[in-house]
């Protein structure tokens, strides 16, 4: 079992940054994949990115690419999601997730991820 908490959301002029953090504790995250999506009012879930927890790079969205980025706090067991440039339609509730043994393929699939947090609110507003 994993449990995940994200935290740092919240409302942000656009253009502004937010930094959200997912604090994994249970098992070892070992070969796992950390992945971030979001869920907009009225939309389906989507995926944002995904880091790999031991090695490998991280991938995105496109519609993201350039403004938001993952990094790994191994000694806090913590995956950040660094949000830059922030636009009304990234306004959503953001999740993360932990998936294990996945390939590159699936990594952007929610049903590929065995673990979900309960989310954070991120509001892009003037």
């Known amino acids: 079992q994993v449990q995940l908490v994200e935290s740092g959301g919240g409302l942000v002029q656009p253009g502004g940054s937010l930094r959200l953090s997912c604090a994994a504790s249970?098992?070892?995250?070992?070969?796992?994949?950390i992945g971030w999506f979001r869920q907009a009012a009225g939309k389906d879930r989507e995926f944002v990115g995904s880091?790999?927890?031991?090695?490998?790079?991280?991938f995105y969205t496109n519609g993201v690419k350039g403004r938001f980025s993952l990094s790994k706090d191994y000694a806090k067991n913590t995956v950040h999601l660094q949000m830059e440039s922030l636009k009304p339609e990234d306004t959503a509730l953001y999740y993360c997730?932990?998936?294990?043994?996945?390939?590159?393929?699936?990594?952007?699939?929610?049903?590929?991820?065995?673990?979900w947090g309960q989310g954070t609110q991120v509001t892009v507003s003037s």
């Open positions: 880091i790999r927890w031991s090695g490998g790079g991280s």
């Open positions: 249970g098992r070892s995250l070992g070969n796992g994949v």
């Open positions: 997730a932990v998936g294990f043994g996945l390939i590159a393929g699936r990594m952007s699939r929610e049903d590929a991820y065995d673990y």
